[in-house]
Every structure is written in C-alpha cells, then in structure tokens.
C-alpha cells in the first residue's frame, strides 16, 4: 500500500498563497501519475489537476488554471500544489492521489487513482 501524506494546508486570507506538498517514502513514486483534488462540505471531490511521471504533461480544471501549478520532484517523491489568488470558494480538503496505471481518457476522475493522501484543510477568508 502506497502512503501519501499532504501538508502545507493552513488558514489564509483571501488573494494569499499557500503550498501544499505530498510526500511519499515509495520507492516507485517516479512511475506515478499524480493529481490534486479538493473536496468541500456537502460537495463531490473536485478534480483540480494531474501531472505526467516525468512532469511533461499536466492538466487544469479551469477554476484554477491561472492561479494554482502542479510540479513534482521525483528525487525528493514529492508533488505540490502551489496556490496563488486563493478565493474563500477554495476552501475545502485538499487530496493527493496517484495513478498507478496508463489511462487513456485521461486523469480527471477520482477512479482513475489508485491511492490517496489523508487530506489537508484549506480555508481562505474573506
């Protein structure tokens, strides 16, 4: 079993920054697709953004596609998700993921991860 633990998350102020990092002790981390995902009260979780093995693919959803970047360190099996113009509709529990296996349509979905972090609170005030 894979074990991802997030931190980074915190309280803010609307317009702050904050960096979320998830680490991993597994051996294997750099042959994991890795995504983001948040999920607030009473709501689905929400896909946020995935990045390739070897960092040359990510993708956004477009609610924070100029305000939130994807990059991972595969030395230090780390991912992140650094969060700039954060907004209170940001708050939520934030979740890392990893995909263990090729997909084809793509990695936006929570089924297409194998393994997940336990989740860091995020919440933004106005």
């Known amino acids: 079993q894979v074990q991802l633990v997030e931190s980074g998350g915190g309280s803010v102020q609307a317009g702050g920054s904050l960096r979320l990092s998830c680490a991993t002790s597994?051996?294997?981390?750099?042959?994991?697709?890795m995504g983001w995902f948040r999920q607030a009260p009473g709501k689905e979780r929400e896909f946020l953004a995935h990045?390739?093995?070897?960092?040359?693919?990510?993708s956004y959803v477009d609610s924070v596609k100029d305000r939130f970047t994807i990059s991972r360190d595969n030395a230090a099996n780390t991912v992140y998700l650094q969060m700039n113009s954060l907004k209170p509709e940001d708050t939520a529990v934030y979740y890392c993921?990893?995909?263990?296996?090729?997909?084809?349509?793509?990695?936006?979905?929570?089924?297409?991860?194998?393994?997940w972090g336990q989740g860091t609170q995020v919440t933004v005030s106005s």
């Open positions: 993921a990893a995909s263990a296996r090729y997909r084809d349509t793509g990695y936006s979905r929570p089924n297409d991860y194998d393994f």
């Open positions: 597994e051996r294997t981390f750099s042959s994991f697709t």
């Open positions: 990045i390739s093995q070897s960092s040359t693919v990510t």
